[in-house]
């Protein structure tokens, strides 16, 4: 701190930004986490260099800002540097304990002090700055959980919001694109100059345009960060283009899936699930019930066949569902009326995704490899080594069928709360065979 | 943010129940027919776990809506009547906003000529990039066209947390499916 206060006096005056900037950061990395706050303050407010912030309690900094507000407030506004900065940390503030977060952050503010500096120029700047604050908690209320995946609380998420706008003011200083690193080192350059040759410049746009556009790119670039976490693969790509390419890519195939899907649910649910569909009325408790007779059906089965199957047929399998000629099943889909190279693909789809999605990780249950060992084990206990598996299922379809529209509920209450399917009681077994018979006797 | 199972369990409840609707209206349908059933009523279901918060699903409701054989049983299911007024209509503070932004754009593309050095061509070509980019993103997106750069971005991502809940619960229902056809018993 003593070195900020000092280097910032000797400099005060005949540095350029960006060497201030690089001086700020310095001190930062010496200094660890919290006197990034400090470093902020203190290098701001040159001129009260008297400023020597202690480092641990968030009350004397709060109370230490109140101060620098009021005395900036009286000071003229080209000299006020510390407005700016003190209506960032006005904004942080929000809740002070908990800001002292012991995370790393060696140059947390160096993206924000200098859009604050170059806020000072502005008559409009304090506008602008409580603007961008009100708009940044507002998003980020929205935003945290992307994060976190639903861990943050709503306590919590001021404290995310604030470090998380200082992150990512850090990261869109610190982005490694050249386009807007030269373009924001110009855009400093022609900032300062602007400033001083205010009018000598003709035509270019003013700088609250520029301001504007600058903030409305950096609240881009800090949602991409979000969705940079949510879209997998996207941690090597910097920079927008490529992650907009990625994020394309993946929105595009999330359709193609949920579009393949469809076809393949329209294709199982002949006409003999549809008069279930309206028959059976929507009772939560007979689902619960049947949550339990499915996974106990499931559960059996699968450990059944685990048992009993050779792991090297599973592989065998796979191969012949990779390798398995289109002809072969073409024979069989014309009697249930589908186009053949609408549910081939479909199938194929359905078994190599689920290791895609296993990959795709995040959102995956412990059920779902389960589900592609049943597929496996299935296939290798219905059909034998040679035939597609898909082929005889479907021709087995559409005589019977033992489908509940509950029964896909269940399932999928599964796959979502595994934690309650793993738990399960036994005792409710009987209970619930019989229930799945009464079921069956229904249909 | 939202519980990713929760949003999966309230998708699969409206989905189900949009397509019971949808069959209590016509008994015996085509494969096309309830192709068209179980996706309109999954884009339905999508849109209302939502709860027209945000764009995209207004977006998606009002596009469902606008065809008249749809509309009836988007009305039916959601149990009011979609907003009458247009989807542009409800991005009028966008849609100045942009207008204004084009503008602005176009003129500072004329006067960038003016100004070589400052940019460089690579960043240009960058540019020219992510405005290819964002302008197909826009068009996947349902009712993106009207967005500006950074409701693009929340919008897409909460489009694509619904999507993926939506495939998910897809795909268990597919798997439960399979299973139950293997497994008559």
Known sequence: MMHCAYTNGNMAGDMTVLERQRARMKLQEEQGYFPGFNGLFSSSLHPQDSFMLPADSGCALGEVVAQAQAQARSMNKPSVPGFGASSSISRTFSCPPALVDPEPEPRPTDSSIGKERFKKRKPDKP???????????KHKRIKVGVDDDGES???????????NTNSNRRETCADTSNSKQNSKASEVQNQKLDYIHVRARRGQATDSHSLAERVRREKISERMKYLQDLVPGCNKITGKAGMLDEIINYVQSLQRQVEVRVRCISSFSST???PKFMSTPFHLRGYQILIMYIYDHYMQFLSMKLAAVNPRLDFSIDDLFEKEGFPAC???FPNIGMSSDMSNPAYLQFNLPPQQMVSYGGLDTGINPSDIDLK????AHVSGPETYLHSSCFTQMLPSSTWEESDFQNLCNLDFDQVRATSFPSHLFSGLVEAGNHLKMEM | MRNINSVKREFLKKWMWGIRKYSSQKKNMSLLERKKAIKLSADLAMASTRNKTTRWSKALIANASKDGNNKVHTEHVLGSSPPPRRVRKSSTNYSHGTRIRSCRNTWRRNRAVHRPKDRSVASFIAKKLVQKRTRRLKSLLPG????DGVSLVEETLDYIQSLKAQVEVMRCLVTASELMILNPS
Request: no cysteine; proline share 3%; hydrophobic share 35%.
């Open chain 1, 376 to 379: 496996r084990t299935m296939s």
């Open chain 2, 144 to 147: 993106g066209e009207f967005m």
């Open chain 1, 330 to 332: 073409a024979a069989n």
């Open chain 1, 153 to 163: 609380k709503i306590t919590g998420s001021p404290n995310s919001i604030t470090t």
């Open chain 1, 272 to 274: 003999l699930i549809y």
């Open chain 1, 127 to 137: 506008h602008n700055a409580k603007f961008l604050s009100e708009n940044d908690m």
